[in-house]
């Protein structure tokens, strides 16, 4: 399917970050949408080397789906669409019963057999080793040597409600370049009033300290520093106070609250005049705003001014141009595959970010502009609460030169 590789096209790279949770509480009709869509992907791009980061494995009940992601684990390593994939590297934190490492957190990670000059980090070893045959880790991934796994410290979790968030990193070395793949979960906006009561949200500042204890770790003196690629649910939101503002600028606000504690129930904005009609309702865990179409025409382009939690990272972390709608939260109706959830406002949370080298790598001048793309999968299908995004790529001869300090390891495990 890949194809045979030749130096002048590259190695074909696929990058893809899922949040699955929705796939694991109704399998029988999402879960089949969903790898029908992801299989046209792998179709479409062909790649010989591919990445699959997933969050949220096993949904909310994780101890009843087991049997459900035991078999959505099955089929993506023996599907007739895989067969060229001969090489694989699973890694499933299933670890539920442990509140102190677990974090739902699914790493898959898959080789054609034309791409023959690939190895694989052993972080305790210290150095690469060739990858083969299809491997599966879970359960105590802490003492997996070919990963990095953390679950981010409890005081770093908003309300102190330890919740499944922290992170996975791997490395991999093919033709003269190595890379970081870092798979990651941050915290979401616990309810909308909270978010909506300054800019920038405090839900903000709780996953700019988490992201920066990622990035931190992952560039320490342990070892060498490489290219790397995040990419995850960041659960980045919308700066809630301003995108408000603005939708509701020709509104007025009344304010409801709870009978009992006085503590503000709900947010209701109404037009002036149209015989005060409601333009938006805000509680908790409703956002329920009158033309859900601003989130989808021109893929929500004018809404990205107010997608700024990444800004703070601007000097550490990249990413291509967003031509996609707000990958969260859509109808987990299987008839609906473009209506969002009343639940929070779209947002773009699932995203592919890259550090300085790795879009030195992605974008290099001998990459014709079309070969990269970074879209989302199952746009016109509901593919659960999240639409998968994907980055598309070609890694060419040479790409390692870029490479900070990359010769140093490649002398040390040569390929």
Sequence with gaps: MAGKLTAAQGTGILLVTANV?????????????????????????????FALHCQEVGGKNYEASMSHVDSFVKELLSSDVMKEYNRARVYLDENYKSQEHFTALGSFYFIHESLKNIQQFDFKAKKFKKVVGKETYSETLESTPSLEKEKFPQDYFPECKWSRKGFIRTRWALADCAFDLVNIHLFHDASNLIAWEKSPSVYSGTRQKALGYVLDRITDQRHERLPYFVFGDFNFRLDSKQVIESLCSSTTLQTVRAADTNEVDKL???????????????????????????????????????DKELSVYKDRLHELEISFPPSYPYSEDSSQGKQYMNTRCPAWCDRILLSASARDLVLKPENEEKSVVYDNIGPNVCMGDHKPVFLSFRITA??????QRGEKIFREAPL
């Design 398 to 403: 040479g790409a390692g030169k870029c490479c």
């Design 268 to 306: 209701i904005f109404r037009e002036s005049d149209n015989d005060r009609k409601v333009v938006l309702q805000l509680e908790k865990k409703l956002f329920n705003y009158v033309n859900q179409d601003v989130f989808r025409e021109n893929n929500g382009s004018p809404l990205l001014e107010y």
């Design 21 to 49: 949770g929705s796939l694991f509480e109704d399998p029988e009709n999402l879960q089949k949408t969903w790898l029908r869509e992801f299989y046209q992907t792998i179709q479409t791009h062909k790649p010989h080397f």
